[in-house]
């Protein structure tokens, strides 16, 4: 994405935001086509469930609705919606109790075997979604999301910060790592 059609975009959600603060419905209809997807395939990845994901979902864009009065129109709207997914997601975990991590870290390092030893070498490795996404499963979750953002979603190190709470700097290495402690597992296979 280039930099004057990131600025268009951002520009654009101001507007949008603007008349979403001034209550015309149809803003948020327009936001809602806007992000839902890239949102819902995030939200699917750390909750792993179509029906909480959209739960999740839904339940952001209902919460920017009711803000909409206090909502700062100049705030980069693309990194609060993936933040909120992710603390709408954790809280849910927490609430629910969905998550058992020694359970997934278990069943992960099961199918990262499995899927290993079934590809023949490292070129095709890299090329197996499957292997990619047993591969992310392996990593720390902060990285895991971080790479995820960055390459799933296309998003800068400035808004992977945004959505998790930490610097450019920090979300840079983040991904660095990330990115390197992928290679060595897909390599090690």
């Not at 395939?41 to 999740?56: K, T």
């Not at 278990?106 to 996404?133: K, Y």
Request: proline share 3%; charged share 30%.
């Amino acid at each position: 994405m280039t930099a004057v059609t990131k600025e268009w975009d951002e520009a654009d959600d101001v507007a949008l935001l603007r008349r979403l603060r001034a209550d015309e419905s149809g803003a948020i209809t327009t936001l809602m086509r806007r992000y839902t997807e890239s949102l819902l395939r995030f939200a699917l990845y750390l909750v792993g469930s179509r029906d909480a994901a959209e739960d999740i979902v839904q339940h952001v864009f209902v919460q920017l609705w009711e803000r909409r009065a206090i909502i700062d129109p100049e705030c980069h709207l693309k990194p609060y919606l993936f933040r909120s997914v992710r603390n709408r997601a954790l809280d849910e975990q927490d609430a629910l109790g969905v998550r058992n991590r020694y359970r997934d870290h278990i069943q992960a390092d099961a199918a990262a075997g499995a899927v290993l030893s079934l590809v023949p070498n490292p070129e095709e490795a890299i090329l197996t979604e499957t292997m990619v996404q047993a591969a992310l499963d392996r990593l720390p979750e902060r990285r895991r999301i971080a790479v995820r953002l960055r390459l799933m979603e296309s998003m800068t190190h400035a808004e992977i910060a945004n959505v998790l709470g930490i610097t450019p700097v920090a979300a840079q290495s983040l991904v660095t790592r990330g990115i390197a402690d992928l290679k060595k597992i897909i390599w090690r296979a």
